[in-house]
């Protein structure tokens, strides 16, 4: 008898795959689909991107950090409260609207308080400009021409929203808009003795605005706190025994424009 | 694929089979899991070394395919139908080979396969640990343990 490994191996000659099941494998191949081993270059790729977003990320998060570290207030609170109130240097040849210098950029007018008294150091008068009428309802003998506004270059005193300011400034000549006609030649429309000039000026939280008759020497002092919105107030006050239209216009980066007209 | 895969069936084809065939103790079940075995190559993407390497790829997850089969719950559940005379080997004595047929599956599957690439493949201790992915003191033990037991049930003489 057989021992049990020549059994064994008889037994296992006998197996043996069909023809079918040897050609069905050798299809295999046809119907599967090798799957490509992942690149490193896949990973690679992966990763990088991923660290360029991280990195963008970061940038600008820090860039805005930094930028509410130090200047909480956001640019569009800006215009509700200006954070520098600008002085208006008082022309010194106020009734030639024609030689007013040339306006600057809103975002230029933002300087240092100055004292009303102060001389217009940096106004220069130009000749030319889109705006260099004056506004109908500016007193031209009194108040400065518009041009009179912020001469100093936004480099020389950067706005600063948390400084307090004077108590006392200049008001900014009015500033006409776009919209204003230009008046170049034409008669003021307000005599000299109706010239008022408006000062606006942030003090312990409260939004005052500061009217001076120059023809008297007087002033008057209006609380607005909360009643500008968006950098902007109009109101009509009877002071110095005159109905004043008071109008005042905050620029986005710093400035502002009081215009105070006579409505009797 | 480095390597034609039309001779890679032909050549290792009936050897995987004929181990799937020992672990699974029918037809059907080895060849699904030579099946899948080559499917799972073509797919894998694998870099071998040489023909070898890959043939000791190719056994140990043929093993592996058939250790899953055995311990899935439909096989578990399942009731063997082959209990009809096995056609694999028309030739040899069909008592003889009922005999052994009969002992192979008194074994433990693990130990089929060993008994299998031990004694028709006349595989070393060392080269079958290596493609079943087991240990060299525990194919010997169970290979000395599947002797006994055929020794026993052929009555053969020494292995």
């Known amino acids: 008898m057989k021992n049990e490994a020549e059994q064994l191996k008889e037994y296992f000659d006998g197996i043996e795959p069909s023809e079918a099941f040897l050609q069905r494998l050798q299809a295999l191949e046809e119907t599967t689909v090798p799957q490509p081993r992942a690149s490193e270059k896949k990973y690679l790729w992966r990763y990088a991107l991923a660290a360029a977003a991280a990195l963008l990320l970061g940038i600008f998060g820090w860039r805005t950090l930094d930028r ?22 008082p022309a010194e040849n106020p009734a030639a609207p024609a030689d007013r210098p040339e306006q600057t950029p809103p975002s230029a007018s933002v300087s240092a308080p100055k004292t009303p008294t102060e001389p217009p150091e940096t106004v220069e008068p130009a000749t030319t400009g889109d705006h260099a009428g004056l506004a109908p309802t500016v007193p031209p003998t009194v108040s400065p021409p518009p041009t009179v506004q912020p001469t100093a270059p936004p480099t020389e005193q950067p706005p600063e929203p948390t400084e307090e300011l004077p108590p006392v400034e200049p008001v900014e000549p009015v500033e006409p808009t776009e919209d204003i006609p ?30 001076y008759d ?38 986005q980066g710093g400035g502002y424009e009081v215009v105070v007209t006579v409505l009797n | 694929m480095e390597h034609d895969f039309q001779q890679v069936t032909e050549r290792h084809g009936p050897t995987l089979y004929r181990l799937a065939y020992s ?24 870099v071998f070394e040489d023909d070898e390497h890959r043939l000791r790829w190719l056994m140990k997850v043929t093993a592996n395919q058939c250790r899953d089969l055995l311990k899935s719950g439909w096989k578990q559940k399942r009731q063997t139908l082959e209990t009809l005379p096995d056609i694999a080997a028309p030739q040899a004595d069909p008592d003889t080979r009922l005999a052994v047929r009969q002992a192979i599956e008194a074994l433990p599957p693990k130990d089929r396969g060993i008994v299998y690439l031990y ?34 049930m052929l009555g053969g003489e020494s292995g």
């Open chain 1, 68 to 89: 509410l570290r130090t200047d909480p207030v956001l640019p569009d609170e800006r215009t509700d409260r200006p954070a520098a109130i600008e002085p208006a240097a």
């Open chain 2, 119 to 152: 004694y028709y493949e006349s595989y070393p201790v060392r080269r079958i640990a290596a493609s079943l992915g087991l240990s060299e003191t525990a194919v010997r033990s169970r290979l000395d343990r599947a002797r006994k037991r055929l020794r026993q």
């Open chain 1, 214 to 251: 120059e023809s008297s020497g007087e002033s008057a002092v209006l609380d607005v706190t909360g009643q500008v919105i968006d950098g902007q107030y109009q109101g009509v006050h009877t002071l110095f025994g005159k109905t004043l239209s008071v109008a005042l216009q905050c620029f």
């Open chain 2, 23 to 46: 672990y699974c103790g029918n037809r059907s079940d080895a060849e699904d899991c030579v099946q899948e075995v080559f499917a799972k190559y073509l797919t894998c993407g694998k």
């Open chain 1, 182 to 211: 230009d008046n170049t030649g034409d008669a003021p429309a307000i005599s000299e003795e109706e010239a008022f000039v408006g000062l606006y000026e942030l003090v312990d939280g409260r939004e005052l605005i500061t009217i």
